[in-house]
C-alpha cells in the first residue's frame, strides 16, 4: 500500500481534452512533486512544491500546469497535450526541501494515453 | 556534467547473492538513495546512504565510498520477487536528486 494517493490510474485522452491528473499525502509532508517516466527510462522531475508554493519547474511545457490546494493535495492540468506526453506520471512527497536523507514516497502513478 | 551509471541488466539465480554498482559524478553531494521499481509500478525506496560504510536493511545492503564516487547495492537470498529496475539516485548541492537510468535485475529460478 502506498501512502501517496494518485487517481485516476489510467487515463486515455485526446489533443484536445483538458483533464487533470489528483495527487493526495497525509504524512506531514511539506513538499510534492510531479514527475514523468517513460518506459526503461528514471523519473523526470516536472516541477517542485514546498510549503504549497511553486519551487521548480523544470522548464515544463505551459500545456501542463500544477496546482497546490494545501499542503496534503498536488494537482495537475492537462491541455492540449501531444502525444509524446504519454507515459507514467508519478506524484512524490517529502518530508522536506533541501534536507538531505528525506527520501522521496512516491505514488503508483497516472498512466497517461494521449491520442 | 552530471552523470550516474549503473549497469543497464544483470541476471542472477534464486537463493544467491547480487551486487549493482553505481558510480557517480555530480555537482556536490548530499547522500545516494536506492529505489526498487517493479514494471508498471512506482519506485519505493530502499535505502539512503551520506556517510562511508555499509548500510544493511534486511536482506539488502547498501555501501558508499563518497571518495571513490561509488556505492553498490547487494541482494542477498535472491527471490523471485525482486526482479526489478533498480534505481541510484544521488542529492546534489542543490538538494536535487539525479537519476541513474537503472538497473535490471532478472532472477532465474
Known amino acids: 500500500d502506498t501512502e501517496v494517493t494518485q487517481t485516476p490510474k489510467h487515463l486515455v485522452m485526446g489533443m484536445t481534452n483538458k483533464k487533470s491528473l489528483k495527487c493526495e499525502q497525509h504524512?506531514?509532508?511539506?513538499?510534492m512533486y510531479w514527475y514523468k517516466q517513460k518506459a526503461k527510462k528514471p523519473p523526470e522531475l516536472m516541477f517542485v512544491?514546498?510549503?504549497?508554493?511553486?519551487?521548480i519547474n523544470e522548464s515544463v511545457p505551459s500545456r501542463f500546469s500544477p496546482e497546490c490546494p494545501n499542503s496534503s493535495l498536488l494537482n495537475l492540468h492537462l491541455h492540449a497535450l501531444q502525444p509524446e506526453d504519454s507515459a507514467l506520471y508519478l506524484c512524490?512527497?517529502?518530508?522536506?526541501?533541501?534536507?538531505?536523507?528525506?527520501?522521496?514516497?512516491f505514488g503508483n502513478g497516472t498512466r497517461l494515453t494521449v491520442t | 556534467g552530471q552523470n550516474i551509471d549503473q549497469p543497464t541488466e544483470m541476471t542472477a539465480t534464486e537463493g544467491a547473492i547480487v551486487q549493482i554498482n553505481c558510480t557517480y559524478q555530480?555537482?556536490?553531494?548530499?547522500?545516494l538513495f536506492w529505489y526498487q521499481q517493479h514494471a508498471g509500478e512506482a519506485p519505493t525506496f530502499l535505502s539512503y546512504?551520506?556517510l562511508d560504510g555499509l548500510e544493511e536493511k534486511g536482506r539488502f545492503s547498501s555501501f558508499l565510498s563518497r571518495s571513490k564516487g561509488y556505492s553498490y547495492l547487494l541482494l542477498k537470498e535472491l527471490q523471485m520477487k525482486d526482479s526489478a529496475s533498480y534505481l541510484c539516485a544521488v542529492m546534489d548541492s542543490n538538494y536535487q536528486l539525479i537519476w541513474g537510468a537503472g538497473t535490471k535485475l532478472i532472477i532465474k529460478p
Open positions: 555530480t555537482s556536490g553531494f548530499n547522500g
Open positions: 512544491y514546498s510549503y504549497e508554493k511553486l519551487s
Open positions: 504524512m506531514g509532508h511539506r513538499a
Open positions: 546512504n551520506v
Open positions: 512524490a512527497s517529502s518530508q522536506d526541501l533541501g534536507t538531505g536523507g528525506s527520501p522521496l514516497h
